[in-house]
């Protein structure tokens, strides 16, 4: 083992470490600006693709290099030789140190901008850093001015006209694009060494290419689902599960084989192209339920994508920013298959996004009467209400109604009434997708407790309303094992005096 390599995956156990570190430290709250966060650090894959664009020969290599910038620049937007190869290391050492910095800031609500201005300036400061790398070509100059203006183009118009309802699929937009841009980079690196690359070139390039184009496929496919471009509900078919554990294997097979003798350069294009159909075939038979899971792993995904980049191309910016991010994915992925009660093995090999029917059973416990009310009634209700905690889910994302909840709460605040919200881990399409809406809202951070928090309180609440939220308080979870969300935590919304569910299918 060659010293260089030795240094990189020093810095790749380092970055895992802290990464894993300061990402335990972030409250659940603030998962969304998290994702956020992450997602801005892992565009530092732009700084492989101007690599990559600014020393384009072939007209492959062009093109590769004018869609891995534009990818690139699109996640982005939402340094001398020699004596100056050590400023330029010291540069993506800065540039790391703020990734960081900008991720520990995000473990406090009153620190997440700044976290997000942090990262912010490290990527600026990496980028900068890339420049005195560059051989400079007419080329490769252009394909740097096009990818970079479409991508800001997209990446300026999508961050400011997406509504705060849509960040869910903005959220796997921009991921995938990072990841697809990581893929990118590795095949046009790959191009570059031409037949029989050493080993140490060729296996970070291909585990990039697979994990990269999982990521971007399965991301597209998120976002449509998202944005109901095609249906939410879990896609299926029989022998599913047999036909992804064959493309898997194929694509095991076909990476031992490219690594093994590597003669064909565009074999690695079709290894690409047999990961984009894993991606696909990965994410459609789940579920809109289950999008927050599929979110953070597909971000992890990303993240390692990009670290793998950064082990092709010996930058030690990629490698510490990728490791950053998928430390940050694997432990949010492993938090949101908690909170819905399954283990981290399940989310992946089990039964995720598998439909299971449950015999009719009771909940379980005393029965409570349940009836149809008047807003007259509900009004009287909660006027004379001392405390009232609110529990909003993803129906009140849909209906766009924090801005009634919050407006809603000030009435009930006026008249003396305790008002509080109740934040379920997985409630919504993205971690901290409640928090997110609340937040736009104006509805005070002291207010949103989280379920561990809040749980104790229902039992000395008046009132608990459910806003769009049905899984996350249903009572099966605890004692109907034929359930699908049973062994889900839930929020003891039933232990409140009374229960008021609001459905936009039933139209309140």
């Known amino acids: 083992m060659n010293n260089e390599l030795l240094n990189e995956l020093t810095f790749f156990v380092l970055a895992l470490f802290v990464g894993f570190e300061v990402i335990s430290k972030v409250p659940t709250i603030l998962h969304t600006p998290l994702m956020s966060g992450t997602n801005a650090i892992h565009g530092i894959?732009?700084?492989?693709?101007?690599?990559?664009?600014?020393?384009?020969?072939?007209?492959?290599?062009?093109?590769?290099?004018?869609?891995?910038?534009?990818?690139?620049?699109t996640n982005v937007v939402g340094g001398f030789v020699v004596k100056m190869n050590t400023l330029i290391s010291l540069a993506y050492l800065v540039a790391a140190v703020l990734f960081i910095l900008g991720l520990k800031q995000l473990s406090s609500p009153k620190g997440a901008r700044n976290g997000n201005f942090t990262a912010a300036a490290g990527m600026v400061i990496a980028l900068v850093a890339t420049i005195p790398l560059l051989h400079f070509t007419r080329t490769g100059v252009t394909i740097i001015a096009i990818g970079v203006g479409i991508g800001t183009v997209v990446g300026v118009f999508g961050a400011r006209m997406v509504r705060m309802t849509a960040i869910p699929q903005m959220v796997a937009l921009f991921n995938g694009v990072g990841g697809g841009a990581a893929a990118l980079v590795a095949v046009a690196e790959l191009l570059r060494f031409g037949n029989h690359p050493a080993f140490s070139e060729a296996f970070p390039s291909v585990f990039s290419i697979i994990i990269g184009s999982i990521s971007f496929a399965g991301s597209m496919v998120a976002f449509s689902k998202l944005q109901e471009l095609v249906t939410g509900t879990p896609i299926t078919y029989p022998g599913q599960q047999v036909v992804n554990g064959l493309l898997a294997a194929a694509i095991v097979g076909f990476a031992i084989a490219v690594?093994?003798?590597?003669?064909?350069?565009?074999?690695f294009i079709s290894l690409m192209v047999l990961a984009l159909i894993l991606g696909v075939a990965f994410v459609l038979?789940?579920?809109?339920?289950?999008?927050?899971?599929?979110?953070?792993?597909?971000?992890?995904?990303?993240?390692?994508?990009?670290?793998?980049?950064?082990f092709t191309l010996n930058n030690f910016a990629l490698i510490v920013a990728g490791t950053l991010v998928g430390a940050s994915g694997s432990l949010l992925t492993k938090l949101m298959s908690d909170a819905m009660g399954r283990s981290l093995a399940n989310v992946l090999f089990g039964a995720f996004g598998q439909v299971q029917r449950a015999a009719s059973a009771a909940a379980g416990g005393q029965a409570r009467s349940v009836r149809s009310a008047s807003a007259e009634d509900l009004g009287t209700l909660l006027a004379y209400s001392?405390?009232?905690?609110?529990?909003?889910?993803?129906?009140?994302a849909v209906a766009q109604a924090q801005h009634a909840a919050r407006e809603l709460a000030d009435v009930l605040e006026k008249r003396g009434v305790d008002v509080e919200y109740a934040i379920h881990p997985v409630a919504g399409r993205m971690p901290g997708h409640m928090n997110v809406l609340l937040a736009e809202a104006n509805v005070p951070y002291e207010q949103l407790k989280e379920m561990d928090q809040v749980n104790d309180d229902f039992k000395n609440a008046d009132v608990a309303l459910i806003v769009g939220a049905n899984d996350v308080v249903n009572p099966a979870a605890r004692s109907t094992p034929g359930s699908p969300i049973y062994g889900m935590p839930i929020l003891n919304a039933d232990q409140a005096k009374n229960v008021i569910f609001m459905k936009r299918s039933m139209r309140p």
């Not at 600014?54 to 007209?59: I, K, N, V």
């Not at 001392?386 to 009140?396: F, K, S, T």
């Open 45 to 73: 894959i732009l700084v492989g693709a101007i690599l990559i664009a600014a020393g384009a020969h072939t007209p492959v290599e062009t093109a590769l290099g004018v869609v891995a910038v534009t990818l690139a620049t």
């Open 259 to 267: 690594l093994a003798v590597a003669s064909i350069p565009f074999s």
């Open 285 to 310: 038979p789940i579920g809109g339920a289950d999008m927050p899971v599929v979110i953070s792993l597909l971000n992890a995904c990303t993240g390692l994508a990009v670290a793998a980049s950064g």
């Open 386 to 396: 001392q405390r009232v905690i609110i529990v909003p889910g993803y129906g009140l």
